[in-house]
Every structure is written in structure tokens, then in C-alpha cells.
């Protein structure tokens, strides 16, 4: 409900405005000893457990088979046009906004659920920006050491800038405590 309520309010925000822009969102929230994230678009989260990097949320691009499928019973198509693209111009298959293409391009999110304990050190939410030039392993690896959360995030996006992102960059990254809950900070470009 909340990511189709966003979807709503951005919607009438874009249609007021004459625009037609859209977004991509990871969240997660904590619920007792569970992390719940949710996901449109290509923005990513993973965590690390136990030293490895686990994706916790699934990219939606229009050339998985499913999605694809979805946009075409939905009265749409895929095209290649330097990546796969709905309509011919959007490169993912799940945002907030994009009016123009709502009707296949949905804010229905994918849920994942994590169980938080101690083996659970961080979880890294990021846009494509970051994705795009840094792989799931270089990212955890990178920041493992780093103790300070902002410090961290702050590490990714400085990364992803030096590799020369060619997309926005936004970065937050979690630390869970041993038994003393989380601390996070985020960053942006």
C-alpha cells in the first residue's frame, strides 16, 4: 500500500507539474528480529552475512522473462535500443511515475524477508548509479572494514564516481550491532 500510495502522489505531483519522470525505490524496516525490504525498479539492497554479499531485492528489467511477460499481457512491448528498454525507452520494468508507460510499467514492489542476527553485519540500499559500476562482492568488500555507517556510504559513492557512473548516486548503508540494533547514515550525489 505505501509504494502504490507513492506511486499516487507522484503521479498527480508529475500530472500537475506537465512532467513525466519517474523513480526507483529500496526500502527496508525492521520488525522484531526480521528485515523486510522492498523494491521497484533498479535500485538494490544487499547485505553482508557472515563476510558475504547476499542481494536481498531483485533489479526489474524488462528482458526477465517474467517481467516481459507482464509488460506484454499488459498491452506493451520490449525493444532493444542499447539496453532492453519498455516502449523503446524506459530501462526498467517497475518505477514510481512514468506516466506515459504506467499501464505497464508498475510500483508493485518485491518483499523479501531476512532474519537479524548475529551473523547480519550490514545492509548497503543503493541506486543504479552505484550498481551500474560496482558489483554486489566489490561493494561489500570495500566498506567491510569501515566501521562508521556515513563513512561508508560515503566510500561507495566516491567509488562509483571515480569509475565513472553515468547515472545519479545514492547510497545508505546500515550496520546492525551485535544486540544493540542498527545505525545507518546516507549520502547522496
Same mark, same amino acid.
Given at each position: ?17 506537465? =512532467?513525466?519522470? /519517474?523513480?526507483? &525505490? ?8 526480521? $528485515?523486510?525490504?522492498?523494491? *521497484?525498479? !533498479? ?41 532492453? =528498454?519498455?516502449? /523503446?525507452?524506459? &530501462? ?8 506515459? $508507460?504506467?499501464?505497464?510499467? *508498475?510500483? !508493485? ?62 547510497? *545508505? ?17
Amino acid at each position: 500500500d505505501a509504494y502504490n500510495h507513492t506511486d499516487s502522489e507522484f503521479l498527480k505531483s508529475e500530472n500537475n507539474q506537465n =512532467r513525466d519522470a /519517474g523513480s526507483t &525505490a529500496s526500502t527496508a524496516i525492521l520488525v522484531g528480529d526480521r $528485515l523486510l525490504v522492498a523494491n *521497484v525498479g !533498479d535500485s538494490r539492497a544487499v547485505i553482508c552475512r557472515g563476510g558475504e554479499a547476499i542481494a536481498v531485492s531483485r533489479d526489474h528489467k524488462p528482458d526477465q522473462t517474467d517481467e516481459r511477460q507482464r509488460i506484454e499481457e499488459a498491452g506493451g512491448f520490449v525493444m532493444w535500443a542499447g539496453t532492453w =528498454r519498455v516502449g /523503446g525507452v524506459l &530501462a526498467v520494468s517497475r518505477a514510481f511515475g512514468d506516466r506515459l $508507460l504506467k499501464q505497464y510499467v *508498475v510500483a !508493485d514492489p518485491e518483499i523479501q524477508e531476512e532474519k537479524i542476527d548475529s551473523s547480519l553485519e550490514f545492509l548497503i540500499l543503493a541506486s543504479d548509479g552505484l550498481w551500474d559500476v560496482v558489483t554486489n562482492e566489490e561493494a561489500v568488500a570495500m566498506i567491510k572494514p569501515i566501521e562508521d555507517a556515513e563513512a561508508a556510504a560515503k566510500r561507495l559513492m566516491q567509488e562509483a564516481y571515480q569509475r565513472g557512473s553515468a547515472d545519479n548516486i545514492t547510497c *545508505v548503508v546500515v550496520r546492525f550491532l551485535a544486540n544493540q540494533g542498527c545505525s545507518s547514515q546516507s549520502s547522496s550525489m
